[in-house]
């Protein structure tokens, strides 16, 4: 499916409510971003809430990160396509069978098929904790190998530090969808996140689409936010 939406910013509502979530939406304009409902608000508010922001002309961006044997992964897939989202993903390190069986499952939506993306290493992880869990190459090669290996299974892309765009868009092509969390303007937390990028270093890294939540929905004026990151975007 193509985008229908011409800004990079996928805005994260990592809400424990619809009611905070949708009142944050309200305030967005989906000329002006994409959103996303990851694990915490769908866990709370479940699919009628994606329903709703589908209804509302967002494109949505169903972050459940699957991560389970093949033929579950490929179910779920499926019933996130229902939805009508605009993109859904799966844990690359869940495997090359399980990626597969989510691209088969998608092919009956034909034009209508979300972006199937695969999370890689993710952007909290740092290169001792990835090594404390029994990967023993360095963290850049991990991400690599991942990104390949969802690639060749026909995944659209993969989620990434920004800090790996540049060498994942030289080895897996311009159309390979890059989608990078761990986005940090130089006014915001760093928070949790581990390996973060500004926004204008991440597009220049080579990112199609900046993941943002805190520094957007902790922002006293979330709408004045998101522009000062498009104006930062478009001034580079
Ligand atoms: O798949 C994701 O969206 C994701 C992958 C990753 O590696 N790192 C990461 O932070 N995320 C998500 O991106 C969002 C980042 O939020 P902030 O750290 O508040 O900007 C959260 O909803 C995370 O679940």
Same mark, same amino acid.
């Given at each position: 499916m193509q985008a229908q939406v011409s800004s990079p910013i996928i805005v994260a509502l990592d809400y424990d409510h619809a009611d905070r979530a949708l009142e944050l939406a309200d305030q967005l304009d989906p000329a002006l971003c994409r959103v996303k409902v990851g694990k915490e608000l769908f866990t709370a508010a479940g699919p009628d809430l994606v329903r709703t922001l589908v209804r509302r002309g967002f494109e949505v961006f169903l972050d459940l990160k699957f991560h389970d044997i093949p033929n579950t992964v490929a179910a779920a897939v499926k019933a996130a396509a229902r939805l009508g989202v605009w993109m859904v993903n799966v844990h690359t390190s869940g495997g090359e069978r399980m990626m597969r069986a989510s691209v088969q499952a998608l092919? *009956?939506?034909? *034009?209508k098929k979300p972006l199937l993306t695969g999370v890689t290493v993710l952007t909290s992880t740092t290169a001792e904790e990835l090594a404390a869990v029994g990967v023993s190459r360095p963290l850049k090669k991990q991400v690599l190998s991942l990104a390949s290996s969802a690639k060749n299974c026909g995944l659209d892309g993969v989620v990434c530090s920004a800090r790996e765009a540049r060498v994942l868009r030289e080895t897996c092509g311009p159309e390979f969808v890059l989608v990078s969390p761990g986005i940090r303007p130089a006014w915001s937390d760093r928070g949790d996140q581990r390996r973060t990028l500004t926004p204008s270093e991440a597009r220049v890294q080579g990112a199609d689409f900046l993941v943002v939540g805190r520094p957007i929905t902790a922002a006293s004026d979330p709408l004045q936010s998101l522009r000062d990151i498009l104006a930062e975007i478009a001034d580079h």
């Open positions: 092919r *009956e939506f034909g *034009e």
